[in-house]
């Protein structure tokens, strides 16, 4: 979580070529903020996150680009993902080509027993970020 925070907020904090708006700046560094203190449960040591990535040498790269996808398990699966995304393709109903790629699932590793179910055995319904 923190390595996605300290992504975002290097993209609010960035003001060179390539930079989002200024009002999509200040939505991305209030979400950052949130999410930061919903992670950490407080805002200490939110400001040296902000300093970290202001002080990053690095622009976001061509601004922020999300990589759609989409990982499946088997290979009937796939063949029925590629046949959805051609069928969608050929009927003109998007302006331009579906861009999601389709890709094999990574090996899954189920985490730790104290991480299932983290929220119900916490008695809670939702998380709050």
């Known amino acids: 979580m923190t390595t996605a925070l300290f992504y975002f907020a290097r993209a609010a904090t960035y003001e060179g070529p390539g930079a989002l708006s200024a009002a999509d700046r200040k939505n991305v560094m209030a979400y950052v903020q949130r999410a930061y203190k919903g992670f950490h449960g407080s805002d200490e040591g939110f400001n040296n996150l902000i300093a970290a990535a202001k ?4 622009p976001p790269p061509e601004g922020i680009h999300i990589k759609t996808a989409t990982e ?28 999601t790629q389709i890709e094999p699932a990574p090996k899954f590793w189920r985490a730790e027993e104290y991480h299932q179910q ?12």
């Open 55 to 58: 002080s990053s040498a690095l």
């Open 72 to 99: 499946l398990a088997e290979e009937q699966q796939k063949k029925a993902a590629e046949a959805s995304k051609a069928k969608l393709d050929k009927s003109g109903r998007f302006p331009r080509p579906i861009v």
């Open 118 to 129: 983290y929220l119900a055995k916490r008695g809670q319904s939702h998380c709050a970020i």
